[in-house]
């Protein structure tokens, strides 16, 4: 029973209808082999035969006139021996011989296929009379006429009748009929129970909160741009700083007007909002794919919007440092699930860690991500060449290339980003690269702290 309760349970949110029926019947099948066997157990009822005559006088009968008598055979006589061999009888003897002479009164226990009229079925006496006395219930010289009687060898027997002074309950003992009752009551326990549990569990899955992202972690800042997607704000964010306790967004143009929780600051330039005041389970899935970690500022983690660069985005100054920095931010927005649509190349050697993500396509030439060069700027911005694109150049380029790309970049509606390891001239941002594992941004107004710890580019990306 507990193994069919662990089984419902373990089963699917919304078990159908028919496993609880499945269940039931199962108990009731379990309850009625345990009533049946404990009846028996108590009151143990078989077919017996008491020789007839006066109890205590040595009958005609010999053991094959008996089973000729009750069995319809002779030859079976060694059948009744067995079951009755060394029995104790009424008046205390016992058969032991087959030869021994049989007195009236005693009780035989018959197999199945007995075909007397004068079979009692029940337990057979055993105790020994009174003198002068019939063993109680017993007419020896006539049949009992009112059992019904096996009229084959293998028929089933009669249910056993009820003792004198028994009350029978709907045909049936009061023993029977209390297992009977606590079987149904199991069974009504379970197809009620079992779905009020199981009711439980859902209401408990539905309503579990989603787990709270971890103070200062990107899924702090990726749950804070959700809510305001699905607020239907205009935010236009190039930065962003996570704090153990408080999102700071940069916005650029400026909006004095922020919806709750947010607050705005420095004319709307800049909007804070406490962690905890963030809705847990936003329904918007929108979020800024083009985001890249690239330090602390006081502690707070430092997370740029590369797609709001109006042109390239250059990483200047120490060039391995500089691949490192670029590997990083590739790792980083490859990985995360808002950059699923974003198509990403390498125009040169791909940058660490090694080896690239499989989703980046390596290639040397810088025609394969450039659309025709007769279809020129305002093309490129009918067709959205570049829109969902990060493009990463490591290789040097020629000067109206890198032109072209900063144009490509400025017109994709911060839905693309370039990112070129080196300086370029017409680059929009620069971000310096140092060998200690400095990096400078304070093109957008954010001084990171120094050095940069050069676990910190990594590490908190997948955070």
Known sequence: MRRLLRAALRRSPRPARGGLLAIAAALVLLALPLAAGTASAVEPAVPYWVVPGQPGTESDLTLPG???RVLGDSRRWPELFELNKGRTQPDGLALTEPSQSIRAGWV???????????????TPPTAAPPDGQQPAGQQPDAPVADRPQP???????????????????????????????????????????????????????????????????????????RQLAAAGSQAQVYAA???????????????????????ARQQGAIWEAPSWQLDQNPDDTT????????????????????????????LTGDREA?????????????????????AMNVVGPPPPPWPVPDRVRVTLDLQA???????????????????DHLVVVTAPIPPAELERLGALAAVSGSTA?????????????????????????????LQLDRPTPRGRLVPGLRG
């Not at 035989?108 to 029940?122: C, D, M, N, W, Y």
Request: aromatic share 2%; no cysteine; hydrophobic share 50%.
């Open 417 to 445: 980003a370039v990112l070129v390891v080196g300086d370029a001239p017409n680059a929009a941002w620069r971000f310096e690269a140092g060998s200690d594992g400095s990096l400078d941004v304070g093109v957008l107004g």
């Open 369 to 387: 991500v450039l659309p025709p060069s007769d279809d020129g700027v305002d093309g490129v911005q009918q067709t959205g060449v570049l829109r």
């Open 66 to 68: 008996v089973a000729d």
């Open 151 to 225: 009229t084959a060898p293998g028929a089933a027997q009669p249910a056993p009748p009820a003792e004198e002074g028994e009350t029978l309950i709907l045909g049936m003992r009061p023993v029977t009929v209390v297992l009977l009752g606590v079987g149904a009551l199991v069974v009504l326990a379970v197809v009620v129970l079992v779905p009020i549990l199981l009711g439980r569990r859902r209401a408990t899955e539905v309503t579990q909160p989603t787990p709270t992202p971890a103070p200062g972690s990107r899924a702090v800042l990726d749950r804070a741009l």
């Open 241 to 263: 700083l996570i704090g153990p306790d408080r999102v700071s967004l940069r916005l650029a143009p400026a909006l004095p007007e922020a919806p709750s929780p947010w607050q």
């Open 322 to 342: 500089g691949m490192r920095i670029a590997g990083a931010f590739l790792d980083e927005i490859s990985r995360h699930p808002a950059a699923a649509s974003v």
């Open 287 to 314: 979020e800024l794919p083009l985001l890249a970690t690239v330090g602390t500022v006081g502690g707070e983690l430092a997370v740029v919007n590369l797609g709001r660069a109006p042109g390239i985005v250059a």
């Open 108 to 122: 035989f226990v018959l197999p199945k296929g007995a075909t007397s009229g004068e079979i009692r079925i029940g």
